[in-house]
């Protein structure tokens, strides 16, 4: 469903299946993943067709858009990194209980919800840190700002941090009496800069911006 960013609703884009993620590519289009379905599409929003599906032998999880490729999160494989066409580029090989990940300026950024754990690693597969902390439980959805800030919601703890600094440094930014309640995606916009935190528990999205 879109929406303005004053909350309007434009209209409903219609999708083959229950989608598990989405990322935007540009104004026109966006690759949606359906988990235990196997397969992700591109999609042009303003035709409302369907360019592209790509089949997987795995349930396909979370979804990202950057530098023109698209990276998807593929179980028991790995990051699978594609161009705009479909064609699968390479891997990234990471730990089998990723979930979430987003993509900017040549790193790859993860969540481990098992672990309670943030990653961030080059397009090789190389680790640069990653963060841990008792304040964020069960984090799933994340987004990363061109100065590398990243932010990450809290599934279990209602709650939505800030991390800089390469893991160094947490900031708590928003709570449960913030209206976040069981947050699973969060999505940031860089030229207004708003994010955009969806609930799961009572289907609610709350835009915010970033001061």
Known sequence: MRYNEDGYFIHTIPVSATPYDLTVIDTDHIAVSYNTLNYIEVIDIRKMIVLKTVKFKNNCWGISYSDGKIYVVVRYEGIVVLDIEGTILNTVKCSIDV??????????????????????????????????????????????????????????????????????????????TDGLDRPSRVCYNKEKNMLLVCNQTNGVAVLFRVL
């Open 99 to 176: 979930s979430n990940i987003t993509t900017i300026d040549k790193r790859v950024y993860y969540t481990r919800q098992n672990q309670g754990s943030v990653h961030c690693c080059r397009i090789t597969g190389d680790e640069i840190w990653d963060f841990n902390d008792k304040t964020l439980g069960t984090p799933r959805g994340i987004c990363a700002a061109q100065d590398q800030n990243v932010f990450v919601v809290g599934y279990q703890s209602n709650n939505l941090l800030m991390v800089q600094d390469d893991g160094k440094v947490r900031l708590t930014l928003l709570t449960k």
